[in-house]
């Protein structure tokens, strides 16, 4: 089991709403967020791209927060989600550190804290708050080793890239281009 | 032109606009453990070539602050932690691919035994005191009848202390200034450097201080050496570390860096020592607190220079 997610930057207009949903599930404290949204803007006018990302924890295969982590706070669960243990969390900030991405920050009550991939929800057969709440219907959340599951459909069909994949991470976001 | 912009307005504290997780405690603890490391190889090595009469201060003297400095450090280290109550999950896992635990288990070691190499030299410094207790005479004495041993293990765990507060940063892949495996001996280079410099403050024959100044002079170019090599290697790689180095080629670590760390820190305390050895009176303090502030302002610039060098995306 692997889950990924996918992210159609054709479709995505940057709303937001996945942050505050992101937020409201998991009562990410104010003034945090575990997922982001940017906009690249590309070229010289007239002709101009713009790329619009939403942005977040990329449960990589090969993270370097959870190799640098001195107590194992920070491990990878089955299916791929790349987690903290807020009990075994010293906050050293090695893994803060550690991210390319800069997707994890510390907790005001001392651990580290980032995306789940909303763990809690998909180990119930629901989809992460993000996904389920995205109103352009842009991102795709499923299980790798399922040929059949929404993510491996789209990314079978459609180009895509993943962010800085040359920091050698494994990175499991996909960005539909 | 390329213009990214986060719009969602992420502004995580101490992550966003720049990375700042790490403050004052981080490269202050790394200049003293490279010192507490630096201290300790030299009283261990000459004790093991069997040189006690010769160097005196390096052996008796200067290790008596080591276990001072080394609670200094890990009193900084413990600041610096977020979730401090828990901080003992150091010690509940031993993690290989952490550079931080094994800093944590080398610590647990190398810090009894700077305690244990105090106790057992502190009487030639201090020679009226007395232990309270009979069984602390005992304790000293079987401490001492296994000094080789113990200078073995003080050898070996402070190379690796020195060394790892450098791979410790160049284990980061995130951050392209720290990526760089020159780091481990250039941090180890700097710590036994420092170590020299306070042995040259401490020593009272002038053989002793030569001798030292010989070491400092010696690491000094070592140091140097090391630093181009770290550019150049910086300029011939990818993008992102061509940046990093940037920021000490005109961009805004470039003058705390070449003329404090660099000139201040290494090229002056070297000439300085070069005349003191060609016997122009010079006072050995200036050269040795050059290089002791120098140590210290290394590791301040390079742990902040480190979290402002990223990936771009």
């Not at chain 2, 635990?101 to 030639?124: D, Q, R, Y």
């Not at chain 2, 400092?216 to 300029?235: A, C, V, W």
């Not at chain 2, 000139?263 to 009176?281: A, Q, S």
Request: charged share 15%; glycine share 8%; aromatic share 14%.
């Amino acid at each position: 089991m692997r889950y990924a997610m996918a992210i159609d930057t054709k479709k995505c207009v940057g709303c937001s709403d996945c942050v505050v949903a992101c937020q409201t599930e998991n009562n990410v404290p104010i003034g945090y967020c575990r997922d982001w949204i940017v906009e690249v803007v590309d070229g010289t006018y007239p002709q101009l791209e713009l790329e619009i990302r939403s942005e977040r924890c990329n449960h990589c295969d090969n993270s370097p927060c959870v190799r640098c982590c001195p107590t194992g706070a920070s491990h990878v669960e089955e299916g791929g989600f790349v987690l903290v243990t807020h009990n075994k969390c010293i906050g050293c900030g090695a893994c803060i550190a550690s991210c390319p991405y800069d997707a994890r920050y510390p907790h005001p009550d001392g651990y580290v804290d980032k995306c789940t991939f909303c763990m809690h929800r998909v180990t119930k057969g629901q989809l992460p708050a993000c996904v389920a709440t995205c109103p352009t219907k842009c991102m795709y959340f499923g299980d790798l080793d399922d040929p059949n599951s929404p993510v491996s459909l789209v990314l079978k069909n459609r180009k895509h890239k993943t962010l800085i994949p040359e920091a050698g991470t494994k990175p499991q976001l996909y960005y539909l281009i | 032109m390329r213009e990214e912009l986060i719009t969602s307005g992420r502004m995580n504290p101490l992550v966003d606009p720049q990375l700042h997780i790490w403050s004052w405690e981080i490269p202050f603890y790394l200049f003293l453990g490279g010192l507490a490391a630096g201290i300790l190889f030299f009283a261990g090595y000459y004790v093991i070539m069997g040189k006690e009469k010769e160097y005196p201060a390096a052996i008796e003297k200067t290790p008596l602050i080591v276990p001072f400095l080394l609670l200094l450090g890990l009193g900084s280290l413990f600041l610096d932690l977020n979730h401090k109550l828990f901080f003992w999950r150091l010690y509940t896992s031993i993690r290989l691919q952490s550079p931080m635990s094994w800093g944590a288990w080398v610590l647990m070691v190398i810090t009894p035994v700077s305690f244990i190499w105090a106790a057992i030299h502190i009487k030639k410094t201090f020679p009226k005191l007395k232990w309270p207790y009979a069984w602390m005479d005992e304790l000293e004495k079987f401490f001492t009848s296994y000094k080789k041993v113990i200078a073995w293990i003080m050898v070996i765990y402070s190379l690796i202390l020195g060394i790892y507060t450098g791979i410790l940063f160049s284990a980061f892949n995130a951050r392209p200034l720290w990526n760089t495996s020159i780091l481990g001996p250039l941090f180890l280079t700097s710590g036994l450097s420092t170590g020299a410099a306070l042995n040259i403050i401490t020593a009272k024959s002038e053989y002793e201080r030569h001798k030292f100044t010989r070491i400092d002079l010696m690491l000094i170019g070592i140091e140097l050496f090391l630093i181009i090599h770290i550019f150049m290697g910086f300029l011939a790689s990818t993008q992102v570390q061509i940046d990093a180095a940037r920021l000490f080629l005109g961009g805004p670590y470039t003058a705390p860096f070449w003329i404090l760390v660099v000139f201040f820190g290494m090229i002056l305390p070297g000439l300085l020592e070069i005349l003191e050895l060609r016997n122009i009176k010079i006072p050995v303090l200036i050269p040795a607190t050059l290089v002791l502030v120098g140590g210290l302002l290394f590791r301040f610039i390079w742990t902040f220079a480190g979290e402002s060098s990223r990936w771009l995306y």
